[in-house]
């Protein structure tokens, strides 16, 4: 198994703790990981991507120049990593915030009104974690139950609060894959 994953949004979307998440919680599978973050100008509101290569063997080059699945947030996103998915790869996008315009052939392209559905919960930063319940549902990487158990090395002392709202998003995510398959 090795799945090569690219994540991009703006900054303030959760595109970093998205990746990291895969990551470790793929570690705990005992599989080997790596993941490279790229911000753009600004925390908040520049560009940011990662790339996350998940493997059962060990990882020759932790850079993706061609993704099994691609993971895009909003338009400058979409039109600058859609041509990245490899034939037969995914291509999940959120439509609160992409128009699909010259959608790239041979994927399977997942829609997914992330954003609106996050605002709907009442936190529009959970946009990422419906997301990452729609790829790990789709992709069957891992148990959900071992995404629960990675939420606490991200939220952590003050923000273990938002521990049972995320598991939500990651369940609705879930509940999605089911209408789009």
């Known amino acids: 198994m090795k799945e090569k994953i690219i ?17 470790y919680t793929m570690m705990y599978e005992d599989k080997h990981v790596t993941y490279i973050p790229s911000y753009g100008p600004e925390m908040r509101g520049g560009t940011a991507n ?17 993704a099994d699945t691609v993971i895009v947030m909003n338009q ?6 859609k041509s ?4 037969g790869g995914l291509l999940i996008v959120n439509t609160s915030l992409i128009k699909i315009t010259d959608p790239p052939k041979d994927v399977k392209i997942i829609e997914v009104p992330a954003t609106d559905l996050a605002n709907e919960m009442g936190n529009v930063r959970l946009a990422n974690m419906i997301v990452m319940g729609l790829y790990n549902a ?4 891992v148990d959900t139950e071992n995404i629960f158990a990675a939420l606490p090395k991200f939220l952590g002392g003050s923000k273990e609060r938002f521990i049972p709202i995320n598991q939500e998003a990651i ?10 398959a």
């Open 7 to 23: 994540c991009a949004g703006f900054g303030g979307q959760g595109i970093m703790f998205l990746g990291k998440l895969v990551a």
């Open 84 to 87: 990245m998915v490899k034939p």
């Open 171 to 180: 369940k609705k995510g879930e509940e999605l894959y089911g209408k789009s």
């Open 138 to 141: 789709t992709r069957k990487l």
């Open 50 to 66: 990662c790339n996350v290569i998940v493997s059962d063997d060990e990882i020759d080059s932790p850079m993706v120049d061609e």
């Open 76 to 81: 400058p996103s979409y039109e600058k990593f």
